[in-house]
């Protein structure tokens, strides 16, 4: 008897169909004496529905009443599974975030997990009952409904994971696992087999819409192995786990394109320490996370700041910034929208050289200007014009072999 996690993303369940169909799957691991727990999504398009419905209503809602009702989403879809598998036979119950044990700080629409109580669900297993979760949420320290941002059902199963001290963790998707790049756009990507937590960490931080950055974080800080697969195929998918040292081998793992990106362009500001430390503290108090960022040598008492902060934050980067240059009386803020990072990842970067040389060479080649240029230890990013990206990634990816043959 194993204690497995399974988790379905909105496509998974879209319909009453795939809600079948999942329930089926899961009654074919519970009848092999497995316990169950289940963690959904909101079905395909209700989140973004909901949203539409509250800006036609309020331009700018709170985020108290937002999380009250993009959760109901997620509470349909457990409702409808445990239905599901009731219909089958299956003895099954369905829990909300709070019910199942995730507590979370007060923070709406972007609450981190602080604790995990799950005692109920186990107690619900033990029973053998399958035990079905709704992701994305939780309960702040007063009770109030918190949601854990977009993505946030992956994280929830993740901490599951975690809290029931489960066998095996599996993320069921519309894909049937990690790949050197997204397939859509680069029809030659390959399927892998396995990925380190800090290479999967870095694609999906950096655009690859597989899994959501913070739920690989918290894999990654408790040792949670899990593997990436397809709902609709019953094929192995991709095991993400701890480095070993085999992941060396190769130097670049996969080629990743996030563009929901803006360029924030910031002129003439003072040329003096601190500057500098207060735009940034007023773009981390409004909640903006900035990514790369570059500043120029300073001339005639002013300089330059350039910076890249997801599209959705424009506004409110836009904002913050414009705080700071009336108490520092000048300058002036430009925003860019059609921008695109392009992003090679490897764990193998850490002990061979060339990686930025056969990058820049790539894009060269495929006529491509390169805007600005961030690097750690296992990747490379560059900004580059959003309507050569598609061109850009597959022109990448085959420079570095991935493409299959």
């Not at 099954?92 to 979370?104: E, F, N, P, R, Y």
């Not at 993505?151 to 001290?165: E, P, T, Y």
């Not at 290479?199 to 593997?227: C, D, I």
């Not at 992003?343 to 930025?356: E, I, K, P």
């Amino acid at each position: 008897m194993a204690r497995i996690i399974k988790k379905f993303g909105g496509t998974s369940v879209g319909d009453v169909d795939r809600i079948q169909n999942v329930a089926r799957l899961i009654k074919e691991d519970h009848d092999k004496g497995n316990q169950i727990v289940v963690v959904v999504s909101a079905r395909s398009g209700v989140t973004n529905d909901l949203i539409n419905r509250a800006k036609a209503i309020n331009r700018n809602p709170a985020d108290r009443e937002m999380d009250m009702l993009l959760v109901a989403g997620e509470q349909e879809t457990i409702a409808l599974t445990a239905m599901a598998l009731q219909a089958l036979g299956v003895d099954a119950v369905s829990l909300t975030g709070a019910m199942a044990g995730i507590k979370t700080d007060p923070y709406h629409t972007r609450a981190r997990i602080v604790s995990m109580d799950c005692r109920t669900l186990i107690e619900h297993l033990d029973s053998n009952r399958v035990v079905i979760v709704a992701g994305f949420q939780g309960a702040g320290e007063q009770g109030q409904i918190t949601t854990l941002g977009r993505g946030g059902s992956d994280l929830s199963a993740i901490a599951l994971a975690k809290g029931v001290d489960a066998d095996l963790c599996q993320i069921y998707t519309d894909v049937e696992g990690v790949y050197t790049a997204d397939p859509r756009i680069v029809p030659k990507a390959r399927k892998l087999p396995e990925i380190s937590y800090e290479e999967m960490l870095e694609l999906a931080s950096l655009g690859t819409k597989v899994m959501q950055a913070r739920s690989v974080e918290f894999s990654n800080k408790f040792n949670v192995p899990f593997e990436v697969r397809s709902s609709f195929k019953n094929k192995p998918g991709t095991i993400v786990k701890e480095e070993v040292s085999s992941m060396e081998d190769v130097v670049v793992r996969g080629v990743a394109l996030d563009k929901n990106q803006a360029k924030v362009m910031v002129a003439n500001i003072p040329d003096k320490p601190g500057t500098a430390a207060r735009v940034f503290r007023s773009l981390s108090e409004a909640n903006v996370v900035v990514d790369m960022i570059v500043q120029n040598i300073g001339r005639n008492g002013v300089a330059n700041l350039t910076f890249t902060v997801p599209r959705d934050d424009t506004h409110r980067a836009s904002q913050a910034v414009e705080e700071v240059l009336q108490e520092l009386g000048g300058g002036k803020v430009t925003l860019v929208g059609d921008i695109a990072k392009l992003s090679v990842v490897g764990v193998g970067m850490r002990t061979h050289s060339g990686v930025a040389s056969q990058l820049f060479s790539a894009l060269s080649d495929a006529e491509v200007n390169i805007q600005l240029i961030s690097t750690s230890e296992i990747k490379i990013s560059v900004v580059i014009n959003e309507n050569e990206s598609d061109h850009a990634i597959r022109a990448v990816h085959s420079a570095f072999g991935l493409d299959v043959e």
